[in-house]
């Protein structure tokens, strides 16, 4: 497992995620890609077919609701977020209110150093299903997602400038 990417039991179906990055560009620059809804779409997946079903210009704040379908082995999801924190540069929290989670809480947090910004996520979430879900599709799931995050945001944070 990718030492940047580690998931915890913290309940009886309750997991959490924890994964760090760090790209070489201003705080306010990293925080304004993630503020963008639309660009959810660069940094999932292609084998999740990942669409935006809310208004991808959404102005994300505190409240706002982000509506959008993918597919998880072959079977379409329908998954609906909303903001509920919002503190730009620093943090947002989006929380499933609809998905195939019982629990998905999702802090993003942003450092400023010297060389860039820190990008921090922790997720919780609950699993129906529980251990023998998680360990069978859930877990190898999220580490493929947030991996891709990973190698993507590099990729996009090295060609912009």
Not at 4 to 20: D, S
Not at 87 to 111: A, S, V
Not at 135 to 140: G, P
């Amino acid at each position: 497992m990718n030492e940047a990417i580690k998931i915890n039991k913290t309940g009886v179906w309750a997991y959490r995620l924890f994964a760090q990055q760090f790209v070489s560009h201003p705080i306010e620059k990293v925080f304004e890609f993630y503020a963008s809804a639309e660009n959810l779409n660069l940094i999932t997946p292609p084998l999740l077919e990942f669409k935006i079903l809310s208004d991808s210009k959404i102005i994300i704040k505190e409240g706002s609701i982000i509506k959008y379908k993918l597919k998880l082995h072959g079977f379409p999801i329908k998954w609906v977020s909303k903001i509920t924190n919002w503190n730009p540069p620093h943090e947002f929290i989006d929380t499933q209110i609809k998905g195939p989670y019982m629990k998905w809480n999702h802090l993003h947090e942003f450092k400023e150093t010297e060389e860039g910004t820190a990008i921090y996520d922790y997720v919780d979430y609950i699993v129906p299903g529980g251990s023998l879900i998680h360990s069978i599709f859930v877990k190898k799931n999220l580490l493929t997602i947030f991996n891709y995050r990973k190698d993507i945001l590099e990729t996009i944070f090295d060609r912009k400038e």
